[in-house]
């Protein structure tokens, strides 16, 4: 007979019911090419369960019979509804703290910290209604790791089966508030840790003190969180138990960002028809507003506005190339100043640049298929989807050698990559790519290499798989 091993992923957000930013593609995505890991002997029952946030769009929902969770002198109700997508059973959870505040994330800490709190004890009484049991508990970041914290402490009270704990590291720095009042009113006390102090009632530290195996999203970024520089005050903590520490590239769904067939296109291309693509280029400085050149170079910044992701580097860098042949196009939201230096760049720069302040997820595609660079600067990058898409696509980054660009862009191969924070830095290598890029040969290589590049979930389900199997022995 196979053996399975039950898995509850949680996260914030998964596409398609609801995505802020790249924790919503890898939800999306992982949970399912999991499942798909299964073979004849050994199942892999991966379900997720995310909130049921007010923008959440989801189809044929099944409402579950609604339980109740003590909160001090009440209960709260907590309505759940599963559905069912590529095969794999999904809960969404309702609750009144998740209907409190209408975004995935609000400006408002402590409403925030009951939300997820609520979240957390919610989906962890989940498993007792539906008659089915995890073998590991496996959160994002944390919004969720307070389910581990959870496990661990019932792991202790009730003497029961060991269910492990996994928790995906996809950005350090953002810890959450203090959340002992609201743990404190659901019950549940605070241990004795040996995190430092500032960091034992945040939730992001509680859940990486209660993992059996925290996983970074990608090797870099697993040994760059062990550093002063980018471990946000816990790189000690995670120096000495760095044997549960390991690093997973994450993957982007191929299925869907694939050239030779993506609807967003006007003409798909694939490596044997790599000619094709300038079409798309061309389309798109029509559609832009730009005058329609092939051999004007196209450089493309799709990104959250965010310091994060250095992007005002990459304003200062065009700014600077005042008397440099380019064109650019900027897509994305975020911080408003950064939002303003954007829409500054393009009135100093009508003919040049153009910048557009949406989230648009089509024209992201055709910015990948007909820009030929892409910049992403980031200060500090977990992984990064953006620039394997690119890859993809034939659309040649330019990153900053931190995190997962570092482990995914190979210079001189793939892509350009430099060192410094500094917009001069960035500049060298746009400047390099400009100087490559008439040489269609070489630049036809460095597409080629990147569009012949396995970026699928293929790879990175197996290694998660691996790791359940080291924890459920
Ligand atoms: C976060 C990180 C990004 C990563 C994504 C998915 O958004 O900033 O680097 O790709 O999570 O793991």
Same mark, same amino acid.
């Given at each position: 007979?196979?053996?399975?091993?039950?898995?509850?992923?949680?996260?914030?957000?998964?596409?398609?019911?609801?995505?802020?930013?790249?924790?919503?593609?890898?939800?999306?995505?992982?949970?399912?090419?999991?499942?798909?890991?299964?073979?004849?002997?050994?199942?892999? *029952?991966?379900?997720?369960?995310?909130?049921?946030?007010?923008?959440?769009?989801?189809?044929?929902?099944?409402?579950?019979?609604?339980?109740?969770?003590?909160? =001090? *002198?009440?209960?709260?109700? !907590?309505?759940?509804?599963?559905?069912?997508?590529? $095969?794999?059973?999904?809960?969404?959870?309702?609750?009144?703290?998740?209907?409190?505040?209408?975004?995935?994330?609000?400006?408002? #800490?402590?409403?925030?910290?009951?939300?997820? @709190?609520?979240?957390?004890?919610?989906?962890?009484?989940?498993?007792?209604?539906?008659?089915?049991?995890?073998?590991?508990?496996?959160?994002?970041?944390?919004?969720?790791?307070?389910?581990?914290?959870?496990?661990?402490?019932?792991?202790?009270?009730?003497?029961?089966?060991?269910?492990?704990?996994?928790?995906?590291?996809?950005?350090?720095?953002?810890?959450?508030?203090?959340?002992?009042?609201?743990?404190?009113?659901?019950?549940?006390?605070?241990?004795? @840790? *040996?995190?430092?102090?500032?960091?034992?009632?945040?939730?992001?530290?509680? =859940?990486?003190?209660?993992?059996?195996?925290?996983?970074?999203?990608?090797?870099?970024?697993?040994? +760059?969180?062990?550093?002063?520089?980018?471990?946000?005050?816990?790189?000690?903590?995670?120096?000495?138990?760095?044997?549960?520490?390991? /690093?997973?590239?994450? $993957?982007?769904?191929?299925?869907?960002?694939?050239?030779?067939?993506?609807?967003?296109?006007?003409?798909?291309?694939?490596?044997?028809?790599? +000619?094709?693509?300038?079409?798309?280029? +061309?389309?798109?400085?029509?559609?832009?507003?730009?005058?329609?050149?092939?051999?004007?170079?196209?450089?493309?910044?799709?990104?959250?506005?965010?310091?994060?992701?250095?992007?005002?580097?990459?304003?200062?860098?065009?700014?600077?190339?005042?008397?440099?042949?380019?064109?650019?196009?900027?897509?994305?939201?975020?911080?408003?100043?950064?939002?303003?230096?954007?829409?500054?760049?393009?009135?100093?720069?009508?003919?040049?640049?153009?910048?557009?302040?949406?989230?648009?997820?089509?024209?992201?595609?055709?910015?990948?298929?007909?820009?030929?660079?892409?910049?992403?600067?980031?200060?500090?990058?977990?992984? $990064?989807? #953006?620039?394997?898409?690119?890859?993809?696509? /034939?659309?040649?980054?330019?990153?900053?050698?931190?995190?997962?660009?570092?482990?995914?862009?190979?210079?001189?191969? @793939? $892509?350009?990559?430099?060192?410094?924070?500094?917009?001069?830095?960035?500049?060298?290598?746009?400047?390099?790519?400009?100087?490559?890029?008439?040489?269609?040969?070489?630049?036809?290589?460095?597409?080629?290499? =990147?569009?012949?590049?396995?970026?699928?979930?293929? !790879?990175?389900?197996?290694?998660?798989?691996?790791?359940?199997?080291?924890?459920?022995?």
């Amino acid at each position: 007979m196979s053996k399975t091993i039950n898995v509850l992923f949680l996260a914030a957000e998964a596409d398609p019911f609801i995505k802020v930013g790249g924790l919503g593609d890898v939800s999306g995505v992982l949970p399912r090419e999991l499942r798909a890991c299964s073979n004849d002997d050994l199942k892999l *029952d991966v379900r997720l369960v995310i909130p049921y946030h007010p923008a959440v769009k989801a189809e044929n929902l099944r409402p579950m019979e609604v339980f109740f969770i003590r909160r =001090g *002198d009440t209960e709260i109700a !907590v309505e759940a509804f599963e559905t069912v997508i590529h $095969g794999m059973p999904v809960y969404l959870v309702n609750g009144d703290p998740i209907r409190a505040n209408g975004s995935v994330y609000s400006m408002d #800490a402590k409403q925030d910290t009951e939300k997820y @709190t609520f979240f957390s004890v919610a989906a962890m009484e989940l498993p007792n209604h539906i008659n089915w049991q995890p073998d590991v508990i496996h959160a994002n970041d944390w919004h969720t790791s307070l389910s581990l914290y959870i496990n661990l402490t019932k792991r202790w009270e009730s003497g029961l089966k060991h269910v492990a704990n996994v928790l995906s590291l996809h950005n350090m720095p953002f810890m959450g508030a203090d959340a002992s009042a609201s743990l404190d009113a659901y019950g549940i006390k605070l241990a004795q @840790t *040996d995190l430092p102090e500032w960091a034992r009632v945040l939730p992001l530290p509680l =859940g990486l003190w209660a993992s059996d195996a925290v996983v970074a999203v990608s090797p870099g970024y697993a040994g +760059e969180v062990l550093t002063e520089e980018f471990g946000c005050g816990l790189h000690e903590f995670m120096s000495q138990r760095s044997e549960t520490l390991s /690093g997973i590239l994450n $993957g982007i769904d191929t299925t869907s960002f694939d050239p030779a067939v993506d609807k967003a296109l006007s003409v798909n291309y694939n490596l044997d028809t790599l +000619e094709r693509r300038s079409e798309n280029k +061309e389309l798109l400085q029509e559609k832009l507003g730009l005058q329609r050149d092939p051999n004007i170079p196209l450089i493309g910044v799709i990104s959250r506005m965010d310091v994060q992701k250095g992007i005002d580097l990459s304003f200062t860098a065009l700014k600077s190339m005042k008397r440099v042949n380019f064109q650019a196009v900027i897509l994305g939201t975020g911080d408003p100043k950064l939002e303003d230096a954007a829409t500054e760049l393009q009135i100093l720069f009508p003919d040049k640049i153009k910048t557009i302040l949406k989230f648009d997820a089509n024209l992201a595609r055709q910015i990948y298929a007909g820009a030929d660079m892409l910049l992403m600067p980031s200060r500090y990058e977990p992984c $990064g989807l #953006a620039q394997m898409i690119a890859m993809r696509y /034939g659309c040649i980054p330019i990153v900053r050698a931190v995190g997962g660009l570092k482990d995914t862009v190979i210079p001189g191969e @793939t $892509g350009f990559v430099f060192e410094k924070t500094h917009h001069m830095s960035l500049v060298g290598a746009i400047k390099s790519a400009l100087k490559t890029m008439p040489d269609r040969e070489k630049w036809q290589a460095l597409q080629k290499n =990147g569009m012949a590049k396995d970026f699928s979930w293929k !790879v990175s389900a197996q290694e998660y798989l691996k790791l359940y199997q080291s924890l459920v022995k």
